[in-house]
């Protein structure tokens, strides 16, 4: 089992900038890809970025590439998102998740751990 948990949300004005963190324990962590979705209210839950196990290959959804960045470190089993300028369409609450095989997927039913999420909210 593996267990996953957010930090890092919070209130911010537009064009400003958070990091969320995903801490991930549990003996089956190791090897897997891990991804960000977002839920806003009212929608369903959406891909954000996702990152290979080892290879640091990365892919984005088109409305975060050159504002989020994903990244992770191995050996602390952390996976962070950079989020900077950040939009009021961004608010959501956002989803820390891990698959057991280390390739890439944008499709949240591939994704066999979820974290209980963090809330970003983005206004003025």
């Known amino acids: 089992q593996v267990q996953l948990i957010e930090s890092g949300g919070g209130l911010v004005q537009p064009g400003g900038s958070l990091r969320l963190s995903c801490s991930a324990s549990?003996?089956?962590?190791?090897?897997?890809?891990m991804g960000w979705f977002r839920q806003a209210p009212g929608k369903e839950r959406d891909f954000v970025a996702t990152?290979?196990?080892?290879?640091?290959?990365?892919i984005y959804t088109e409305s975060v590439k050159g504002r989020f960045t994903i990244s992770r470190d191995n050996t602390k089993n952390m996976v962070y998102l950079q989020m900077n300028t950040l939009k009021p369409e961004d608010t959501a609450v956002y989803y820390c998740?891990?698959?057991?095989?280390?390739?890439?997927?944008?499709?949240?039913?591939?994704?066999?751990?979820w974290g209980q999420g963090t809330q970003v909210t983005v206004s003025s």
């Open positions: 998740a891990a698959r057991k095989v280390p390739t890439i997927s944008r499709a949240a039913n591939e994704y066999a751990y």
């Open positions: 549990g003996r089956t962590f190791s090897g897997g890809a």
């Open positions: 990152i290979s196990w080892n290879l640091g290959i990365t």
